[in-house]
Nanobody, 123 residues
Framework: VQLQASGGGLVQAGGSLRLSCAVS????????MGWFRQAPGKEREFVVR????????YYSDSVKGRFTISRDNGKNQVYLQMNSLKPEDTAIYYC?????????????????WGQGTLVTVSS
């Protein structure tokens, strides 16, 4: 399974960005999908995950109400709509796939990772 994240960029605080994660090699309907982020000098942290069916979504408290994850199993893609961005959202964002039906928020539960896309939010 290969994952390719895209859509990052520079945006002002309060703005929006939409990240995409294209998956190849296997159909994503077999995987729960997640987004993580890693800011400079910090550990990788959980952002959001969506179950295989899309019926179970879990957001970290820091992005709840501002970010929305979605998946299009037909296109083998996952999206992260990010609104009301804050400078503290600045990080490299990674998409990840898990064979666990409904994974929690641990990095170790995700066996496949994309290369990351940089999001920079200016104040």
């Amino acid at each position: 399974v290969q994952l390719q994240a895209s859509g990052g960029g520079l945006v002002q605080a309060g703005g929006s960005l939409r990240l995409s994660c294209a998956v190849s090699g296997r159909t994503i309907s077999n995987y729960a999908m997640g987004w993580f982020r890693q800011a400079p000098g910090k550990e990788r942290e959980f952002v959001v995950r969506i179950s295989r069916s899309g019926g179970a979504v879990y957001y970290s408290d820091s992005v709840k109400g501002r970010f929305t994850i979605s998946r299009d199993n037909g296109k083998n893609q996952v999206y992260l709509q990010m609104n009301s961005l804050k400078p503290e959202d600045t990080a490299i964002y990674y998409c990840a796939a898990s064979t666990v039906a409904v994974p929690r928020h641990h990095v170790s539960e995700y066996g496949y990772w994309g290369q990351g896309t940089l999001v920079t939010v200016s104040s």
